[in-house]
């Protein structure tokens, strides 16, 4: 293995978002990533998204804000409020600093904005926000000890 395949991590991203057209999207930006290689699994609806969480492992959640019904937030919130504690990162193609706020205060890990979104950037937010939740459960271990 060369140095530079040692640095390249691999992470398993949920996406949850009810248009197959922003699935393609998202994968095609997920596949032209530099250093991080992803598996992407897709959820249709909000409740898909619950039952994905629920049946598998996932480092990083990706969550469109409109999901028919509910809203992203409510996921977010739902899934934080049942345990789970992957990083989840807020997808929207409107709303401003109110819903950047609205994201941070249900536990989002980041919120981007879809008109904004490059590959280089989603995977560092991916990327970021993982390494930040091992680095806060390495911590946690030690303080435990």
Known sequence: ?????????AYRVLLVDDDEDDYVLTREMLNKARKTQFGLAWAQ????GIEAL?????DAILIDYD???????DFITQATQSGYTQPMILLTGRGGMETDLEAMQAGAA?????????????????RYAVERKRARLALQESEER
């Not at 293995?1 to 991590?9: D, L, P, R, V, Y």
């Not at 629920?54 to 996932?58: H, K």
Request: hydrophobic share 35%; glycine share 8%; proline share 2%.
């Open 45 to 48: 609806s909000f409740q898909a």
């Open 1 to 9: 293995m060369t140095e530079a395949n040692a640095e390249i991590n």
């Open 110 to 126: 980041d919120y981007l904005n879809k008109g904004d979104i490059n590959s280089s950037l989603l995977e560092r937010s991916i």
């Open 67 to 73: 999901l028919g019904q509910n809203s992203g937030i």
């Open 54 to 58: 629920r049946a598998n492992p996932f």
